[in-house]
Nanobody, 127 residues
Framework: QVQLVESGGGLVQDGGSLRLSCAAS????????MGWFRQAPGKEREVVAA????????AYADSVKGRFTISRDNAKNTVYLQMNGLKPEDTAVYYC????????????????????WGQGTQVTVSS
């Protein structure tokens, strides 16, 4: 079982930026797609972005397209989420997770297919 540790969350003003990192243990990181998810208080978890094993293919929720960028460095066993133009509605706990294989089919419920999750990092955007 891989261990995932997120970092980089914090408090930022409306319009600000943050970069989240997710460090993975083990030697198989590069074999799997990865995703970033978020859950706001009183709301269901939602997928934010996903990336295939090589980083060549990415996908985003409509709500973050053009503002967030997912990337990965397989040599460092790390996946990133660069968040620009943050809005108060982006406030949530953000989680990274490992996909079912090298690729993950983008769909709203794709989180159910991800088998390893980090502990989450809080992102708060003030208005």
């Amino acid at each position: 079982q891989v261990q995932l540790v997120e970092s980089g969350g914090g408090l930022v003003q409306d319009g600000g930026s943050l970069r989240l990192s997710c460090a993975a243990s083990g030697r198989t990181f590069g074999n799997y797609a990865m995703g970033w998810f978020r859950q706001a208080p009183g709301k269901e978890r939602e997928v934010v972005a996903a990336i295939n094993w090589s980083g060549a293919s990415t996908a985003y929720a409509d709500s973050v397209k053009g503002r967030f960028t997912i990337s990965r460095d397989n040599a460092k066993n790390t996946v990133y989420l660069q968040m620009n133009g943050l809005k108060p509605e982006d406030t949530a706990v953000y989680y990274c997770a490992r996909g079912p294989g090298p690729f993950a089919v983008w769909r709203p419920t794709m989180g159910a297919e991800f088998d390893s999750w980090g502990q989450g990092t809080q992102v708060t955007v003030s208005s």
